[in-house]
C-alpha cells in the first residue's frame, strides 16, 4: 500500500459545499406542497390530558389538522402487540404527560409561522398529579439497580480501599448538559401511496431510521427511504429515532402531503436526549508508596420514569489502573424529565471525569506527582479481564502530553505558582474508550473515464467521514483523491453501521479497504498480471480492452474473529494549563494539550479538528455547560443559547493535537482504533485538577464556575 497517502492532510472533500451553503441539510429539502408541523408542549410536569380544545387553531389562518392523542391514527409499532413494540415516548398514542414540555399536539400549517401561531391557540385541560424533577432529593430514597449488563461487578474484595493507609473518598457531581449540535432536529416526510415514505432528517444512521420507521409504520423495510446527506452536528443526540420524527411521518399519511416538523432550540432540551446528571462516589486507596489497594465507584444517574436510559460511566473503574481489588455499583434515578441519550463520550466521559479526579486527589494525599502515581498503577493487561491490549501506548501519551503543556513548571504545592496577579496551575487527566466495529457493506464503481465512486450507508455528523474513505481508498488504489468520490448519507446504499462510538472509520473504512483491494486484484486478474506484481496497471486502459464501460463490485466486512482475544480500547492524556484570578474566581484556560492513542490516523487535519473539537465540547463540560431546571415547576430555565452556556471563541486557547499514530494490530485492517469518543474523554478531570492545582480548591460540582472557586 502507499503509506505516503494516509495520514496526510486532505481537506474535506466537502467543505466547499459547506462553507458556501451548496450543502443541503434536512431542513432544506422543499418538497412540492409542502407543509410546517409544530409541536405543542404541555405546560405541566406530571399528570393526564383530559381534554384539548382546538376549535380556534383549526380556524386560524393556513391551518390544515392537529394531531392530539384524541384524534391521531395509532402508530403500530407503538401498540403493546406490534412485532417488536417500540420504546420511549409514545407521542400522542396517550393522554398520560411525563414531563414538562412534553407534545400534547402538532398544529400543521401551509407556513411554519402560521402553523406556530395557531400552536398558541390550543386549550388544554389537564389533571396535574405530583411530579419529581429534583435529583438530589430522589437520588438515595428512588434509585433502582440498572438492568442486567450494570451488574454489581467486584474483582476481589469490595470497599477494599478502606484497608488503604491513604483514602480519597469523594463525590463528584455532572449536571445535566445537552447536545447542542449546531443544527436543529428536522424531518420532512413525504409518503407516495400508502405504503412507501421518504424522510430528510437528522440522523447519525440512515439504516437504523429506516428500521425505526419501517417498524413504527409496519412497512417494508425497503420502502422507507432515509436521506440524510448532511448532519450539522449531532453528539450522539440522532443515534435514536426521536418521537417527533414519527410524529412527522405520522402527520404526513394524515393531512396526505409532505410535512416538515423543525424543534425549537427549546424543545431540543426536552426531546432529543442529553448528558444526564450524575453524582458518583468514588473510594480509592493506596499504599504510601503509591500502589493502589482499591477502587470503589458508585454512581447515579437521572433518567426518565417512561424509559430507562444507562451509560457505562463505572466500568473505566475496573481497568484503567492496576488495582487489585475493585468494585463497581450503577443506580438509575427516574424522574419526570425526557429520557437521557449517549453524549460526546458518554458514560465512558461521566466516568473518568470522577476517577481522573479522585486519582488526583489522592497524588496530593501522597505527595506523589499524578504522572508518576499512574505510572505505578499502569495496567499492562486489561485487569477487569485478564487480556491482553490489543495495543496501549499510554505510557507514551503521558509522556508526549507532559513535555508539550512543560510539566516541569508545575508546583507540587497548590496555590504556589503565580504569575502577576493570577494563579498558575497544571492539571491532566485520561481515559479510555472501546475499539469498535460492526458489519458494513461497501460498493465501488470504476468508470471508464478513470473515476472511482464508492457508497456505503454510512453518516458524517461532522468528523469528515468521506474525506477519511476518499484517503482510504486512494492509498489502496493508488489514485489521486480528486478521481474519488465518496457518498454516504443515503438507506438506499449498501448497509452500514450507525455513526456512533467512534467506530466509523474503524467500520466503514475496513469496508472501503475490502472493496478496493477487490476491484484491485479484479483487475490485475483481467490484465493477465499476477496481483502481487509490482508492475502498475492502468485501469481505464483494463477496462477498455475488456470493453467494460464500468466495473461494478460489491463487499461486505466483517469482525476481526481474534478481537474476542483482546482488550481494545483508545486511550488518552489531556493536559491543562489554567490561570485563576484569587480576587474574581475567573479561570483562564491557557493551554491545552491533547494526546491520543487512537491507532493509526487516516487523515491528520480532520482528526485533529476532531480532537480540537473534543476538547471544546471538554472544557465546556467543566466550565460552563448546565441544565437547570426550577423543581418547583420541573421546567427547564435556561433552554436556550444565552443561558446556556457552550464555550465561544473567547473561552477557547490554544489546543495541541497530538496522536501516537501506531496501528493496532487486531481490530481491522487499517490499524485505526477510533477517535472521537476519546478526544473528550479526560478533558474535564484536567481542568479541574488544574484548578486545584494552582489554588488549592477542589471543586467536586461542574461547572467550574467563579463562585464555586471563591467559595472553595
Ligand atoms: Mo456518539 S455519543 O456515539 O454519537
Redesign the pocket.
Known sequence: MNKDFIGESLDRVDGRLKVTGAAKYSGEYKPAGLTYGVLVPATITSGILNAIDTKAALRASGVIAVITPFNAPKVPGYQPDAPRPMKGLKLFNDNKIHFNGQPVALVIADTFERATHAASLIKCKYERQSFATNFHENMETNSKPAGEQHKEYVRGEANAYKSAPFIVEESYTLPSEMHNPMELHVTTAIWDGDDKVTLYTKS?GVISSQRAIATAFNLEQKNVQINSHFVGG???SS?RTWPHEIAAVQAARMVKRPVRVTLTREQMFLLVGYRPLTVQKIGIGATADGKLVGITHESFSQTATYEDFTERSVNVSRFLYASPNANTRYKIVPLNVGVPA?????GEATGAYALESALDELSYKLNIDPIELRLKNYADVNPETNLPWSSKYLKECYQQGAARIGWDKRAQKPGTNRDGEWLVGYGMGGGAFGAYRGKTQARIILSADGTVVIKSATSD?GPGTATAMVVIAADRLGLSADKITFELGNSALPVAPT????STVSSVGSAVNDVCVALKQKLYNLSGKPENSTDPIDYTNVLQQHNLPSLELTTESDVNPDAKKYAMYSFSAHFVQVYVHPVTGVVKIKKVVAVVDGGKIINMKTASSQMIGGAVGGIGMAMTEEAVIDDRYGKYINSNFADYHVPVNADIPQIEAIFIDKPDPVLNPLGTKGI??ISLIGVAPAVANAVYNATGRRIREMPITPDKILKG
Open positions: 447519525q449531532a453528539f450522539g443515534l449517549p453524549m460526546r463520550g458518554p455528523i455513526q456512533g462510538g467512534s472521537g469518543e
